[in-house]
């Protein structure tokens, strides 16, 4: 009496070993996104933007380069520029901006500031209101990008509501007195931000905007041509 053939796919032991080799294959496949992710997100010093090359968390030093949002033609999508760009939407790190007066903060200083911004945001529980990278309320204006927004830019409206003659001194002022400048229906209540943590928020807010989010928020680029001129 000959054995009866059974089929591959009703082979118990055909679908043990299968879901050994997924597992396997998906465990190594996890490992190598897991140390490829942090490399990817690991932050930057000045030593990386001295040699121009591009973090997708830049160097707290930062605060002293002009920072811009263009269209990156090799990528197709907006991405952050450090220290001016080209025509393709590469960063040329070589632009410097004064940030509160100075443009030459050192990696110890720069750490030290984006730190103490970093802890007030946290503090002041920003993120129960505002949304960073995609996480927390949606009561008031995303803050991801809010250094790059115009209206605290030289052509927008609130260097001269507060008197002030630069975006970094503007943001500043508006944190620290939020009621006397009302920028939105939904008016952000004063927290007593002290005028070193305002300092410190801006610098964070800075280097925020620098972060590459693969282009997020999208159509941040758009919105901005739309209602300002080129931000200086």
């Known amino acids: 009496m000959s054995k009866r053939k059974v089929s591959v796919w009703t082979d118990n032991r055909f679908w043990q070993r299968s879901a050994a080799w997924v597992t396997g294959v998906a465990a190594v496949l996890l490992i190598w996104l897991t140390f490829d992710t942090m490399g990817q997100i690991r932050m930057g010093n000045q030593k990386d933007i001295d040699a121009h090359i591009d973090k997708r968390v830049p160097s707290p030093t930062v605060i002293n380069y ?37 443009d030459n903060y050192t990696q110890k200083e720069a750490d030290a500031l984006v730190n103490l911004g970093k802890l007030g945001e946290q503090s002041k529980n920003c993120m129960d209101c505002h949304t960073l990278l995609g996480n927390g309320g949606y009561y008031a204006p995303d803050l991801t990008k809010a250094w790059l927004d115009p209206a605290w830019g030289k052509n927008g409206p609130m260097q001269a509501i507060t008197g002030t003659h630069s975006r970094a001194e503007a943001m500043a002022t508006f944190l620290q007195h939020p009621g006397r400048y009302p920028m939105h229906a939904r008016r952000m209540p004063n927290l007593h931000i002290t005028a070193r943590e305002a300092k410190g928020l801006v610098a964070f807010l800075k280097q925020m905007a620098t972060i590459d989010t693969n282009g997020f928020p999208r159509g941040f680029g758009k919105i901005k041509e739309a209602n300002y001129a080129e931000t200086k």
């Open 66 to 102: 002009k920072i811009g949002y263009k269209m990156n033609a090799k990528r197709g999508l907006e991405v952050p520029t450090i220290g001016g760009s080209d025509a393709n939407g590469n960063s040329l790190f070589t632009v410097k901006q004064k940030f509160f007066g100075r």
